[in-house]
């Protein structure tokens, strides 16, 4: 009885972690991503003490069916534990070992002015305490819905930087930045119940985009980068000379030439995308510079996938874009230039996606969070990532919670996309690799951002 009473208030007290982000492992409330999933403290600290050893776990119950998780039953099989933290995604080959941890910066804390409660008496009346709860909890939506705002704009004006044409078709001079950002997402939340291509998700550089006038700035640094990867000159002059490095294979014929040199011509416009993206998310610029250039390297391929996902036109079963107006790329064209193995991939994540319809805001934000993984290999400062990634899933759910009430599980879902995304990434790079082996030679840039 008593095991059936204590299981019982564990179940009433995850039917109450509802006001967070859930653990896609046992139900606790999440506090980020950990190793390419969305956990709770309790399972992070698990899979890093257990994963190198998981093999030497043994199931209580012999292992011929997978223990139920939960906030009670996750303490009483480790095995089931460590299988349900794989099969969510969680990677052993993002842990730390002893020599790469000897590598780690020490966190040394800021010095600041003492806060309110320091400089305040032990004692303070009991009536002031109900107000500042009342306070907060007014505070919390403007601040999700503004960051959502920011990204979301963030996102827009680097899609003009790509195109700068669509400057000149923005309207201007009436209403504020703010304002049109606004009556721009309620159209697309209204439009968003209808299955018309891209009518919901954003697609880099295409004429739907609207523009806004200028960009709201996070600090005084977003003006200027010194990140070799992130810094405009030195990226221009990198990217200008990119496919001048590119040797291309014996047997590959002239219009799989043309057609290689032209996929790669799309990968270093998103990449120059996502850089301009990055640099306008809050708190990017104030990390180290290092840092900058490895959320930027570690989350490209997601990043490419995410875009792949949102340029797709199911009714035609191409990928569609202003970046390339002339022509649209179908599986034969993939196919020829080595991408065999990652279009199925892709496509399972299109499907995914166009089941979900999320809305432009609820699209950048995952880019955002992709962005800022606090377990990219080599990362410094994974305590400041991982806290930006935490306002960035809070203000992810905030616009959930807004757009889709009564819902349940959108906002899982959404997350678990990304988890999806990682794992076709890994596919992405075979191809990469198998077009190498084949003896084509990317240019240098793109090798890095590969990791090869």
């Known amino acids: 009885m008593a095991k059936s009473s204590t299981r019982s208030k564990a179940a009433a007290d995850t039917s109450s972690l509802n006001e967070g982000p859930i653990c896609v492992v046992c139900g606790d409330k999440a506090n980020g991503m950990h190793y390419r999933a969305l956990t709770c403290e309790g399972c992070k600290t698990f899979f890093r003490r257990n994963a190198r050893n998981h093999l030497s776990l043994k199931c209580e119950m012999g292992g011929e069916k997978s223990c139920e998780m939960d906030l009670y039953t996750r303490r009483h099989c480790a095995a089931c534990r460590m299988k349900k933290c794989l099969d969510m995604g969680m990677q052993i080959d993002r842990l730390w070992d002893k020599e790469r941890l000897k590598t780690r910066k020490p966190i040394t804390k800021k010095s600041g002015q003492p806060t309110d409660a320091e400089r305040a008496p032990a004692e303070t009346p009991s009536k002031k305490k109900p107000e500042t709860s009342v306070k907060k909890e007014k505070n919390v939506k403007p601040t999700c ?10 996102y827009m004006m680097a899609a003009s930087q790509l195109l700068p044409h669509h400057r000149q078709q ?18 697309i939340n209204d439009e968003s119940a209808s299955s018309d291509h891209a009518a919901t998700v954003p697609a880099v550089g295409t004429s739907h985009l609207p523009v806004p006038q200028q960009l709201p700035q996070s600090s ?21 000379s990119g496919l001048k490095a590119v040797q291309m294979p014996e047997g590959f014929g002239e219009i799989s030439e043309s057609l290689f040199v032209r996929a790669l011509d799309v990968l ?36 490419i996938i995410i875009s792949s996902a949102t340029l797709y036109n199911p009714e035609t079963k191409t990928f569609e874009s202003e970046l390339w107006p002339e022509e649209n790329w179908n599986a034969d064209k993939l196919h020829s230039v080595g991408f065999r193995r990652i279009l199925e991939s892709v496509l399972d994540v299109v499907n995914k996606v166009q089941k979900l319809q999320p809305s432009r805001t609820e699209m950048t934000l995952l880019y955002a969070i992709s962005i800022f993984t606090p377990d990219r290999k080599d990362l410094s400062n994974t305590v400041e990532v991982e806290a930006l990634q935490q306002k960035l899933l809070q ?11 009564g819902s349940v599980g959108h906002f899982a879902k959404l997350i678990m996309l990304l988890t999806d995304v990682k794992n076709v990434t890994d596919v992405m790079l075979e191809d990469v690799l198998s077009i190498q082996l084949q003896g084509a030679v990317l240019s240098p840039i793109m090798m890095e951002m590969f990791s090869m």
């Open 145 to 154: 819905q503004e960051l959502a705002d920011l990204v979301t704009n963030a």
């Open 170 to 187: 923005s309207p201007c001079g009436s209403g504020s930045p703010g304002t049109e950002s606004h009556n721009q997402e309620e159209n």
């Open 220 to 240: 005084p640094e977003t003006s200027t980068c010194t990140s070799s990867l992130a810094h405009n000159s030195s990226l221009s002059a990198r990217i200008s």
């Open 268 to 303: 270093l416009g998103l990449l120059k995308h996502m850089i301009n993206f990055a640099k306008a998310l809050p708190g990017f610029q104030s990390l180290e510079t290092e840092d900058q250039a490895t959320l930027i390297k570690g989350s490209f391929l997601e990043y």
């Open 395 to 405: 203000s992810l759910r905030y616009v959930v919670e807004e757009r889709h009430k």
